[in-house]
């Protein structure tokens, strides 16, 4: 005879389950997400959000590192609903920290980028609370820096940001050249020439975005900072004249008759972009 994978109870013969007990362990996980979601967007009482989740959690035959997963699921759910508007109010990072703090007790606190940040939520958070601060005209320390930068910042800007591993691309013009004579084959010999109009070849120009290397990208209050290997660089803000996000990257375009298009791959595009652009302003 079978055992039942959730209640571990004789399930019948060649049987690894009970109907009732899949759809109970399918409902509490639903129940789990929900509660999550709801208490963080919608109330604020958070008291007793742990016990309610293991209530639930015992009497769905949910695991611990399932449990996790889908606190986690519910969180990335939370946040997502906050940023539908594109920005997170300071009303609504009051209820997330109050959600952590609650939640995630002094025991357990260093779990919570691990469980809560697989997605990078946490740092949509961080992100989304740094551009409203700015927004609203103050520079934020910097809150992800834990090691030496290979860069000299001024003592007037401060470090908002740093991306690693950031793939670095420059426009490059190259040449080549189309069409030639129209197609008859001679033989070249003393005393036998081939008319110059007949030759149609011309050389044709075509950008393309060259890979340079990777590195560090740093974001400060005046600058963009760009050190590898190969290139290191800094940009300030009142020289960029054109700026594009793109989902993993941004492109930046500088002041300048021999300046050509750049390309950063392997950054949040809308995060930079709305730094650069705000700070402008200000």
Known sequence: MGK???????????????????????????????????????????QN??????????????????VQELIAFGFDNAVEKFLEDGILSKEEEERINEFVNTFFNT???ENYNKILNKKGTVN?????????????????????????LPFIF??????IWVF????????????????????ASIRIAKGVYYRANSFKGYPVKEQEMKYIDSGIFALTSKHVYFYSSNKTFKIPFGKIITIQPYEDGIGL????ASS??????????WFVFNIVNNLNQI
């Open 164 to 183: 690693y591993n950031v793939k670095y691309f420059e426009q490059v013009t190259k040449t080549h050249y189309r069409g030639g004579s129209h197609g």
């Open 253 to 256: 375009q500088k002041d300048g």
């Open 107 to 109: 025991e357990n606190q």
């Open 49 to 66: 959000l742990q016990k309610d989740v293991e209530l639930i959690s015992e009497s769905s035959y949910i695991g611990m590192n399932e």
């Open 4 to 46: 039942c994978k959730y209640c571990h109870q004789e399930a019948g013969f060649l049987k690894s389950k009970h109907k009732a007990c899949e759809e109970k362990y399918n409902n509490g996980k639903k129940n789990i997400v929900g509660l999550i979601e709801s208490t963080i967007t919608t109330t604020t009482d958070f």
């Open 260 to 269: 050509k298009p750049q390309v950063f791959k392997g950054i949040d595009g």
């Open 154 to 159: 001024q003592k007037t800007e401060k470090l």
């Open 124 to 148: 949509k958070v961080i992100k989304s609370s740094i551009i409203r601060n700015i927004t609203e005209g103050v520079i934020p320390e910097t809150r992800i820096v834990t090691e030496q």
